[in-house]
């Protein structure tokens, strides 16, 4: 959808007009008009919520609570126990496997906390370490997922797209991984998970790259057709050995597509809340911008240039331009290529320089989603242009989970 720059940053201004930089808002108008689009891309399939990408308790119970929605996908086994016990949610499943041995302990020693979080495995080695913590005679069983590798291994192996994650790759693989947890006592294998980060984490319409981004298409076609096959084979297979309460897939920028596919019971998406840059460059769906960072103007070094005082907020992943923070708000301001956006103050160039003062905000948006929220304490909550709530994120309640 268009966006009106000048009347959005008329307004974040005026909410915030109390506040000093740096400070970061959600703007709750936008992020419920993401979740309701992203419902809605889902063909009646759940959404798992990504914590990962909110990092905000508050903002995890409102996309919980609107329909379509159900369920977390934590990325830490500490953070699924607090958010078990502080009550988002009562199904969460641990993206990713764990060797934390004190989240494990409290896990097993608690019957409620066992029948809430489900444990993600690609090797029985994981089973080993939860077995030394605590034996399987003495706790309830534990629920497992199992993460079958997405990416896409075209002539004959000798090509990888996509991330690498698990070593759990054929159809074969997952029914004999399966077939060992359904073997061990004190597990319950209840899912399988597999995302596909080469389709819903790889934008298809990098501004600027249309040859790669010709390219990333021609490649996400082929891999989509082939996890098609791959998925239902290791399903079936998965399903000799357990009755499988869901199969998840996906990501904010596949929701469509990896709800598709018959074999998948939900989606996860989480990005696509808050609409971080990286998803400008996709062409199937872009999220409405609802989560910003403001930095002051501290100094205006020369004609055509205006400096903030802070700024280098860089997302994780490759080293690229990508990763780096966009200012956004007023339109027309870039950063320096020799100097990018520094810990402590980001130079900043365009025709809109000209026209800031010291003093002046000026609005980024974050590469990535909720990796903003490692650099404040709290988010405040902008409707209109109020601000209507002021919430704490997750390094504001005291927990760094990565």
């Known amino acids: 959808m268009a966006i009106d720059r000048d009347k959005l940053r008329d307004r974040l201004d005026r909410a915030t007009a109390h506040l000093d930089p740096p400070y970061a808002v959600v703007d709750l108008t936008a992020f419920d008009t993401n979740a309701e689009a992203l419902a809605g891309r889902s063909g009646g399939k759940p959404l798992r919520v990504a914590s990962k990408s909110v990092r905000v308790r508050e903002l995890l119970t409102r996309a919980l609570k609107r329909p379509g929605w ?7 086994l500490p953070e699924a126990l607090w958010l078990v016990r502080s009550g988002v949610s009562d199904d969460v499943l641990v993206a990713y496997p764990t060797a934390h041995r004190g989240g494990l302990a409290e896990l097993a020693a608690d019957p409620v906390l066992a029948d809430a979080v489900t444990l993600m495995i690609d090797d029985t080695g994981q089973l080993d370490l939860i077995d030394a913590v ?6 309830p069983a534990l629920r497992i997922c199992l993460d079958l590798d997405a990416s896409w291994r075209p002539l004959g192996g ?15 693989a997952a029914g004999a991984l399966a077939a060992a947890v359904a073997g061990r006592p004190g597990f319950r294998l209840v899912g399988l998970m597999s995302y596909e980060a080469q389709i819903a984490g790889l934008g298809d319409a990098p501004p600027g790259q249309a040859v790669l981004g010709s390219a990333i298409r021609v490649a996400q076609r082929g891999s989509y057709r082939e996890l098609l096959a791959r998925r239902f084979a290791a399903v079936t297979a998965v399903r000799e050995h357990a009755d499988l309460e869901f199969v998840n897939g996906g990501g904010t920028g596949s929701v469509a597509a990896t709800s598709a596919d018959p074999a998948v019971t939900e989606v996860t998406a989480g990005s696509g809340l808050y609409g971080p840059t990286l998803f400008d460059a996709y ?3 872009q999220p409405t911008p609802a989560a910003f960072f403001a930095c002051a103007v ?6 055509g240039l205006a400096t903030v005082l802070g700024g280098g907020w860089i997302a994780s992943g490759q080293a690229a ?20 956006a520094g810990e402590v103050q980001t130079p900043l160039a365009g025709k809109a320089a000209d026209t800031l003062r010291v003093g002046d905000r000026v609005w980024f948006r974050h590469a990535k989603a909720g990796e903003l ?18 919430v704490p994120t997750y390094r504001g309640e005291g927990h760094a989970f990565l």
Do not use: Q, Y
């Open 70 to 76: 159900h369920g977390v996908m934590a990325f830490t």
């Open 134 to 139: 605590r034996p399987p005679a003495r706790r």
């Open 158 to 172: 000798r090509v990888h797209v996509g991330v690498r994650r698990s070593p759990v790759h054929s159809a074969t």
């Open 283 to 285: 062409r199937a769906w």
């Open 298 to 303: 501290v100094r205006r070094p020369a004609p």
């Open 321 to 340: 331009t990508s990763r780096l923070p966009r200012p956004w708000l007023p339109e027309g301001l870039k950063l320096l290529g020799a100097e990018g």
């Open 373 to 390: 929220c490692e650099h404040v304490n709290e988010v405040h909550l902008v409707e209109g242009d109020a601000v209507v709530a002021t």
